[in-house]
């Protein structure tokens, strides 16, 4: 789903962000990524969306490598990715259920098909109810599930998480990440960025450690050992 | 893996996008005229600025149309007026009469024999009495000659003049021809005048329009960066903001068209006092429905315009990160 071959990322002040960075995430695994502040996790994950572009190497998402893509391609690519993010990115102005709504609108679904799909979406985070209240209206962890919700209502194969837990406590952080492991039950790929390791460290699986721009954990070893954080 | 996947444009099938295109369509111009209308006072002052700016055009287009409607009026003034030999017999006359009607160049002639002259003289000249007193009749017969269309300009009236005053019966004619060609001179001036107005106007109206679009993406900054992250197109992105300009060109126009018929009418009453002294009957013309239509599309095009533009180079600039 994911597979990077060799990818470097320099940013034009010079800064080294990742250098010769391998890994590969299958169709169907979850993985969390982790990291330092700094170590390039953000910038992983905007190669992924394509927000930025590596300076060398491959990323391959999908199937489809980035470099060949034309800007023009990237919002159909986009499509295939849920993202959460840790500020949320809701619009605040809108209500719960329009901003559910927007890559359905976006795709162009008719507004029956809409409805069904965002009642579904918001029922799975435990929103449901919910969809004419304002984002503003809602707790942190609700605005998070808002925000979740949005990343899945088009039932994207991938979906990608930065530091979905970063404002919670571990008890909602807990069931955040439950929710993830049903997605991923239902076939979704899923990574998630965090530097939460106590909550790494009570699920297994995959951990991918960035370091100084490298990744640590980037062979396909088996997702039981958490000796990762000790490198 | 030698076959490239393709990605995937869309879920749905053939003729539900289709359909979906349409709905979109006006679900964004329904939507981007309820954002105009939630924030009615900045709306409206754009609007205004619109419609200021193209009724200076419209209204100099409704000049020209008033003095072209003055000077067809006035295109008898291209009549050319033969004045014949006295010694010449009617018989000879009437020849003169008929050869002069087969010219191409011509659509009418018509005779005023002596007699006739010297009855419309006394009719108009208000020298009915003096003239009485006249032994002999003084007044030569004339053959007054229309050109065609073609021929009424002032160069080509001139042209058949002087092809007309190779008759022999003919001792001389007159064209009224000076003050025609001023008058076309200035008329000429005046559209072009109005041709550059415009165009300077329209450049106004361009950038207004785009200079409100670009704070309008700039307000909405968060959500553009967060449509963008979620797999909108630039195309998807930019139609509301087209809407809205397309929007503040079609009220801007009907706004000019309003602002033109309101300056019409207060015009209308000075003008008719005006030509009553003159002893004209014309009436002022405004702007016709199908002038409204024209106006409101041309407004419409540049809102489109400016909004594309302004579209073009500051969406780009909006990238998530």
Redesign the interface.
């Known amino acids: 789903m994911i597979q990077f071959e060799q990818v470097s990322k320099v940013y034009p002040g010079g800064q080294k962000a990742l250098s010769d960075v391998n890994f590969h995430l299958k169709r169907g695994e979850m993985a969390f990524l982790t990291g330092h502040s700094g170590a390039g996790k953000s910038t992983l994950l905007k190669l992924i969306?394509v927000?930025e572009r590596a300076n060398a190497g491959r990323v391959l998402i999908?199937?489809?490598n980035i470099a060949?893509?034309s800007p023009?391609?990237v919002?159909?690519?986009?499509?295939?990715i849920g993202?959460i993010f840790q500020n949320h990115?809701?619009?605040m102005e809108k209500s719960v259920f329009d901003n559910v709504a927007?890559?359905l609108v976006?795709?162009?679904?008719?507004h029956g098909e809409i409805k069904k799909r965002v009642h579904a979406a918001l029922d799975m985070v435990g929103l449901y109810g919910k969809e004419r209240h304002s984002p503003v209206m809602l707790s942190g962890g609700e605005q998070q599930r808002v925000g979740i919700a949005?990343a899945i209502v088009n039932k994207p194969p991938l979906l990608l998480a930065d530091e979905p837990t970063g404002n919670l406590d571990p008890k909602l952080s807990m069931d955040i990440l439950r929710l993830f492991e049903t997605f991923n039950d239902s076939g979704t790929t899923v990574l998630i960025a965090t530097h939460d390791l106590g909550l790494i460290a009570r699920m297994k699986y995959r951990t991918l450690t960035l370091k100084q721009g490298h990744v640590l954990g980037g062979d396909e070893l088996p997702s039981s050992s958490t000796n990762a954080f000790n490198v | 893996?030698s076959k490239?996947?393709q990605?995937?444009?869309?879920?749905?099938p053939f003729s539900?996008?289709i359909v979906?295109?349409f709905?979109?369509h006006i679900q964004h111009a329904m939507a981007s005229m309820g954002e105009l209308w939630r924030n009615p006072v900045s709306s409206l002052m754009t609007m205004a600025v619109l419609g200021v700016s193209l009724s200076l055009p419209a209204a100099l287009q409704v000049l020209v149309k008033n003095a072209e409607a003055i000077t067809q009026s006035w295109n008898s003034a291209a009549e050319i007026s033969l004045f014949i030999d006295d010694a010449r017999s009617e018989k000879t006359i009437q020849s003169l009469i008929s050869r002069v009607k087969v010219y191409s160049e011509v659509s009418e002639v018509h005779y005023i024999n002596r007699d006739q002259a010297l009855e419309e003289f006394q009719r108009l000249s208000g020298f009915g009495e003096a003239i009485s007193y006249l032994e002999t009749n003084p007044l030569p017969a004339v053959v007054t000659v229309t050109p065609t269309l073609k021929y009424s300009s002032p160069t080509g009236a001139r042209e058949l003049l002087k092809k007309l005053e190779q008759e022999p019966e003919v001792s001389f004619g007159r064209l009224d021809i000076e003050w025609l060609e001023r008058l076309q001179a200035v008329v000429r001036l005046l559209e072009r005048t109005v041709l550059a107005i415009a165009a300077l106007l329209v450049l106004a109206v361009v950038l207004v329009i785009g200079n409100t679009i670009r704070l309008a993406i700039m307000n909405r900054r968060?959500?553009i960066?967060?449509?963008?992250?979620?797999?909108?197109?630039?195309a998807?992105i930019q139609r509301p903001f087209l809407y809205t300009g397309i929007w503040y060109g079609v009220i801007g126009g009907i706004l000019a068209w309003i602002i033109i018929n309101i300056l019409v009418l207060y015009l209308d009453s000075a003008l008719a006092e005006l030509l009553g002294l003159y002893g004209s009957q014309l009436q002022m013309e405004t702007l016709t429905l199908v002038e409204l239509g024209q106006l409101v599309c041309l407004a419409s095009f540049l809102g489109w315009l400016g909004s594309y533009l302004s579209v073009r180079q500051h969406l780009r600039a909006i990238?998530?990160?």
């Open positions: 969306t927000i999908n199937g489809h060949d893509l023009k391609d919002p159909y690519l986009r499509r295939d993202m990115h809701l619009l927007l890559p976006i795709e162009g679904f008719s949005r | 893996m490239k996947p990605l995937v444009r869309s879920k749905l539900g996008r979906m295109f709905i979109r968060t959500e960066e967060v449509m963008k992250l979620v797999g909108a197109t630039e998807f990238e998530p990160s």
